[in-house]
């Protein structure tokens, strides 16, 4: 048998080979290095939008958002214009962790997002973001091995977020407990990886993506904020600190285990929010309430808020002016991005855009949003390619320039049950460096942008060493659909007919590919899941400020 025994997958959340690529230049990443020249690599493509909930997804179950119903970090509207937060069974697809474990094999899972409440598997699952819980009661699959965990290591956390530090820029917290976070996760991953047995490990390292979305400006010159400063190095030592692990873990490994290293998206500069809903409210879709008219009530928070940071007084939370304008609070309170569902006549709107993740826009539509009025069929075509036409022409006033550079219906990007869920349409401004916000206080339709100087891209990365593996070839048209497939294959498990991911055969060398067809199964039902997938109001409560705290503000 030439089959590889092992497969260990490192993910890197939101790395990009446009910060790896002139750090190896440097010799400051000797372990990817390595891994690039004895093995494959190249960009992976994300899903539209890349986003780590459904990239992840997809990544897991070989299949586009489509078919597996996560399309960002919040439930669709079907579930209320308050968008619940997802997860991990909201995904209606099966993992790989699951194939696996019904095929015999051990499989171990450490800090994957979308994981939590972890499945049952044959092996272990450690959560990782997206969970509403402390880490001890109940956390892990199995349960007792979270203790087990905390004993070894002197304490496991998955997260750290503070909201000084997105919005006064002061980081020294951040970055402390960030340091410490990725220490742990290396012991933890090197503990659990030599204790016990598997055929199949995932570890994912999470920081580099809270890094990238706080620091980008720092680190690029280009960057219209871009400020020289002590956190100018602050990217590159998280990729060295990563680095560092990944030596560590391929130290730990024999010549039969094939390593990948996956990113779920890529990273670049974010510059600009573009106001959507103010946008389509412009264009005659969406209609506020009347009580949105006295705008000054909802900006004179920020008014303040500005006045005070620009006097120097950087630490100061959003709360500090808020809580002098109690009545105004529930309504106004800008870390929750503002309720603008609350200011939205219902009866009146036919589009109006979500979370600022999601980057997208939804047709109020009958049978689907708790109010919808758009009929399915020949209205809501035209209202959608009315919107798109339009969209096409939307100028930044500032450059003169049109901003849109794609614009994809749902259909033309996903396929599957869950395709009637997702955004009816999906914009890219500017190649990411604009963002579509939802937000209604702001002055005009543009503004620089306040949440985080980076954001996503569609272009992660990818790269695979081992025994059978090519050497030193790069690869193009990667799609993260088809790592998961490819990883069954190399395991020598049979590949469900219905995943949309294509097995790598090509980077295979020619003897392993002779010697090893793919074998696939006719998968005849979905697997379904009959829980709802989101989280009870407390912990929903909990998720909303951490995602805040991340520099994903809803
Ligand atoms: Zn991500």
Sequence with gaps: ????????????????????????KKGALPNLELLIKEGVSGKLKSTIPP??????????????PGKHGVFDFYAPPNLGYQRPILNSKFNKAKTIWKILSENGKKV????????YPPEEVNGFIIPGMQYGLDTNSGFSYPKELMHELNKAIGGYKVLYGDMVSLYADIFDNLLKEWREIVKLREKAILYLMERYEWDF??????????MQHHFWKFYDKSHPLYKHSEYSEIIPEFYKCVDSSVGEILRRLDEDTVVMVVSDHGAGPEHKAFYINK???????????????????????????????????KAIEWTVPISYLPLLWRKIDPREGLRVHELINWNKTKAYSGNHTEQGIYINLKGREPYGIVESGKEYEEIRNSIIEKLRKVEDPKTGERVVSKIYKKEEIY??????????????????????????????????ADKSSGTHRMDGIFIMKGANVKRGEGVDNLNITDIAPTILHVLGVPVPDDMDGKVLTQLFKE??????????????????TDD???????????????????????
């Design 108 to 115: 171990g899972i450490i800090n994957m997002p979308m994981t």
């Design 511 to 528: 003897s392993f590919q002779e010697a090893n067809p793919v074998r696939y199964t006719k998968i005849i039902s979905e697997y379904m």
């Design 1 to 24: 048998m030439n089959m590889n025994k092992k497969v260990f997958v490192i993910g890197i959340d939101s790395a990009t080979f446009d910060i790896i690529n002139p750090l190896i």
């Design 201 to 210: 490990f995932m570890a994912v390292f999470y920081s580099i993506d809270v």
């Design 415 to 448: 396929n599957g049950p869950y395709t009637y869920l997702a955004p009816d349409i999906f914009v890219d401004m500017k190649e990411g460096q604009y963002l579509l916000q939802k937000e209604v206080y702001n002055w005009g339709l543009f503004n620089y």
């Design 51 to 64: 986003v780590t909930p459904p990239a992840w997804t997809s990544f897991m179950t070989g299949k586009n």
């Design 532 to 554: 709802k997938g989101i989280y009870s109001d407390e912990e929903d409560e909990k998720m909303r400020k951490m995602l805040r705290d991340l520099g994903y503000m809803g």
């Design 279 to 313: 946008w389509l409210a412009k264009e005659g879709f969406l209609t506020f309430k009347p009580k949105y008219i006295s705008l000054w009530k909802f900006r004179l928070p920020h008014i303040i808020y500005k006045i005070l940071r620009r006097a120097g007084v």
